[in-house]
């Protein structure tokens, strides 16, 4: 299974692919050793984070799969529709998917998304505009959703009621 290890400014992106899918790309604390990529799947993935840090990619078009319950999967396909710089409430994420009364198993279910960043479960925050639940931890959630708004040009990290 071929794995990279890129240097993003939220730390260590490590990226996996397998079968030709990107299977996971996480980030990771600390100094890791970055070596040349062989694989061009993996290349692509790099080059498309490093467009979307830099401001210039929105959406990735990367094939992506990750193993998941068809529940995950539902609520991970949820999640690649919130648009870029936008934000959206667990609570209004459960109503989109018809399961008002699923926001634990929602916010659960983001919280197993291995596909950081290209999956955009940092784009999902509390009822009350506030930032919860990343498993990045808050400080990059915060920094990402910064990110885009400043692409953006909105300068929002709070959820728009």
């Not at 078009?61 to 999967?73: E, H, M, R, W, Y």
């Not at 609520?75 to 409430?89: F, M, P």
């Not at 989109?96 to 291995?114: D, E, Q, T």
Request: hydrophobic share 40%; glycine share 8%.
């Amino acid at each position: 299974m071929p794995i990279a290890y890129h240097k993003t400014p939220v730390g260590v992106a490590k990226i996996m692919e397998e079968d030709n899918f990107i299977t996971s790309i996480s980030i990771l604390d600390g100094e890791h050793e970055i070596h040349p990529v062989e694989s061009p799947l993996l290349q692509k993935a790099i080059e498309q984070l490093n467009a979307y840090f830099a401001g210039e990619r929105k959406n990735f078009d990367l094939p992506i799969k990750q193993s998941g319950t068809v529940f995950q999967q539902q609520v991970w396909e949820q999640l690649l529709k919130i648009a870029y710089g936008k934000t959206v409430s667990y609570l209004q994420q459960s109503k989109s998917m018809n399961n008002p009364l699923g926001i634990r198993a929602i916010a659960a279910a983001n919280g197993k998304n291995n596909l950081w960043i290209v999956v955009p479960c940092h784009r999902v925050i509390g009822s009350d505009g506030n930032l919860t639940g990343y498993a990045g931890g808050l400080w990059r959630k915060k920094w990402l959703l910064e990110h885009e708004a400043r692409v953006m040009g909105t300068g929002q990290t709070k959820l728009e009621l």
